[in-house]
């Protein structure tokens, strides 16, 4: 089963020796571009030629490595004069490679290859996201991230019903594992941020801006109950920018002092890289709760690979039901491996984080446990086997 699914069988013959091509923005250490390479080192284990149009960065070697090929093209260009440029340039290199499908990851590129693929009379992949504007809906066949996803693109187009596929936002469970992270990882990160080992942290990571009154109010709340320094822990909430020169982080700060949590609330910064100061993984086994946004599943997945207790904070008008965690009203309160946080109640992330914190050892080693397991179901080999599966129907007879 995937996260809300079930799996489909892929024919591994239907791709042997097919050419597929995959475009994406950039092959920079996004999740996008993670997810490119994995399928095309799935392409190549089972007999296809892997192509990968996008622009360089600093997936292309391990791509290369793992049987892919790199084709470099300018997919997030926005001016009008090089878009049309950008038609002709990948319709000639579906001619010149013999590509046989399309897949676009994101919308980067989608309608040059939406043109291209209809004049060619080849099948196109892509990526449904909720907009409903989005030209994926012209896609032969689409991928949807979650049940939302898919009731939302039913109800703009019903005749596409029979071209929706489940899709899956893979983590690296290579590198988010706790094995795999190294205590002095940990010790760096908090040395970073200024805080002691015995202090429990609450990390925010990759929230957007329209979440930092709920948090902030959260963490008020906690101050005014003595939250974050009492005689049975100290406690820090932290939030994670992605870009350390965010422009939104001076006001960030007036916020804080506003709200008088200069000392409660810290400030860091994590990314999709993995150099300093930019350790996720670490970042995610040195807290007691991560906080991350609905629709961020990557984020989710990765903290619960690494055992830690999420709490998911939903969007406006969001059911209460969450796909990236397990929660009531899903499942019984003592199997869950998060909380969900319905839109603007600060009241129920702060009661997530006193849970989280009171959580002794043997309670905190269940809750990981089980949170690592929901994580596996977020594995590249899933997306692969997912993505590869929709692929093999266009060239088995089964599309529809």
Not at 180 to 191: I, L, Q, T
Not at 238 to 265: C, I, N, Q, T
Request: charged share 20%; with cysteine.
């Amino acid at each position: 089963m995937t996260p809300w699914s079930a799996e489909q069988e892929i024919d591994s013959q239907a791709l042997f020796g097919r050419t597929i091509l995959q475009v994406v923005a950039a092959l920079d250490a996004g999740a996008a571009a993670f997810a490119c390479v994995e399928v095309a080192a799935s392409l190549a284990e089972a007999g296809a030629r892997a192509l990968v149009a996008g622009a360089p960065g600093s997936s292309v070697s391990e791509l290369q490595a793992r049987g892919g090929v790199f084709l470099p093209f300018a997919a997030a260009t926005r001016n009008p004069w090089k878009a049309v440029v950008n038609r002709r340039l990948l319709e000639r290199l579906v001619v010149r490679e013999g590509v046989e499908l399309i897949h676009v990851h994101g919308a980067a590129g989608l309608p040059a290859a939406l043109h291209v693929a209809k004049r060619a009379r080849i099948p196109l992949v892509a990526e449904f996201d909720g907009d409903d504007k989005s030209p994926a809906l012209d896609a032969d066949s689409i991928f949807v991230f979650s049940r939302t996803s898919l009731a939302e693109a039913a109800r703009l187009r019903p005749e596409t019903a029979s071209k929706l596929f489940p899709g899956l936002r893979g983590v690296d469970l290579r590198r988010f594992t706790p094995e795999a992270v190294d205590s002095s990882r940990v010790r760096r990160f908090r040395e970073a941020l200024g805080v002691h080992g015995h202090e429990r942290l609450i990390v925010g990571i990759g929230l957007p801006l329209s979440h930092q009154k709920t948090f902030l109010t959260a963490a008020a709340q906690l101050k005014a109950k003595g939250f974050f320094s009492n005689d049975a822990h100290e406690a820090r909430f932290v939030w994670l920018w992605r870009d350390a020169a965010d422009p939104a982080r001076e006001a960030f700060g007036a916020e804080l002092g506003k709200f008088g949590l200069k000392a409660a609330v810290l400030q860091g910064t994590v990314s999709q890289g993995a150099g300093p100061g930019a350790d996720r993984p670490a970042a995610c086994l040195a807290a007691a709760l991560v906080i991350v946004p609905a629709g961020d599943a990557a984020s989710c997945a990765e903290a619960q690979a690494m055992g830690a207790p999420v709490a998911l904070l939903q969007k406006e008008g969001a059911a209460a039901e969450a796909e990236e965690i397990c929660a009531p009203p899903q499942v019984e309160a003592f199997l869950r491996t998060g909380w969900a946080v319905p839109w603007g109640q600060p009241q129920a992330l702060a009661r997530a984080a006193e849970e989280a914190t009171r959580l002794g050892a043997t309670a905190r080693e269940n809750f990981a446990q089980r949170a690592r397991a929901h994580a596996r179901r977020f594995s590249a080999e899933r997306m692969c086997a997912l993505t590869l599966a929709v692929y093999a129907r266009h060239f088995s007879g089964d599309d529809g």
